[in-house]
Antibody, heavy 124, light 108 residues
């Protein structure tokens, strides 16, 4: 059974880069999409982006200019870099897995595994 | 792209039925997933692919869709069901995940 654990600094200064790692334990072979999702205080869930097992990426258009994600299968890790952070980037950040299921000629997706989340505050 | 609209809050008494809706144009062209997030906890899926329930999720939880509305139904609501609930789709046109704004379920 796959388990995910986020790691990274809890405090980042404005204009700096937020870097988070997600360590994957368990079966890393049958992966689909490794994703980052955040929840700012008092707000709902916001999808940040994902990196596919192949290395391809997709980002939320609202964050695309500041986000980079990558995967290192040799270390069973994937990462998030968010540049030029501002106070509005303060949130709990979750790493998660999106599973792809093929049914007949279509594919369907849902987030089936979540990390516990890590709190990040942007402040000087 | 999808925009998913949920009511900000729903309140029910213990033992009653809670219904949380998720509206979106063209929702019928996508499959809907539902997540529960209890206070201080990570989200977890309670319904996926419109109506499938993961192992460990009580049968009291069910999902349905009709035209542009998806509904999460929780029968015989318990105090432990108090949480934020989010609907979510995968937008095939852009290969992006989209979440609804979330609904806070209060058990009176």
């Amino acid at each position: 059974q796959v388990q995910l654990q986020e790691s990274g600094p809890g405090l980042v200064k404005p204009s700096e880069t937020l870097s988070l790692l997600c360590s994957v334990s368990g079966d890393f072979l049958y992966t689909d999409y490794w994703t980052w999702i955040r929840r700012p205080p008092g707000k709902g869930l916001e999808w940040i982006g994902y990196v596919h097992d192949s290395g391809s990426t997709k980002y939320n258009p609202s964050l695309k200019s500041r986000v980079t994600m990558s995967v290192d299968k040799s270390k069973s890790q994937f990462s998030l870099n968010l540049r030029s952070v501002i106070a509005a980037d303060t949130a709990i950040y979750y790493c998660a897995r999106v599973t792809e299921v093929g049914i007949l000629n279509s594919y369907y997706y849902y987030v089936d595994v979540w990390g516990k989340g890590t709190s990040v505050t942007v402040s000087s | 792209s999808f925009v998913l609209t949920q009511p900000p809050s729903v309140a029910v008494a213990p033992g009653e039925t809670a219904r949380i809706t998720c509206e979106g144009d063209n929702l019928g062209t996508a499959v809907l997933n539902w997540y529960q997030q209890r206070p201080g906890r990570a989200p977890r899926v309670v319904i996926y692919f419109d109506r499938d329930r993961p192992s460990g999720i009580p049968e009291r939880f069910s999902g349905s869709t009709s035209a542009n509305t998806g509904t999460l139904t929780i029968n015989r609501v318990e105090a432990g069901d108090e949480a934020d609930y989010y609907c979510q789709v995968w937008d095939d046109s852009s290969d992006e995940l989209v979440f609804g704004g979330g609904t806070k379920l209060t058990v009176l």
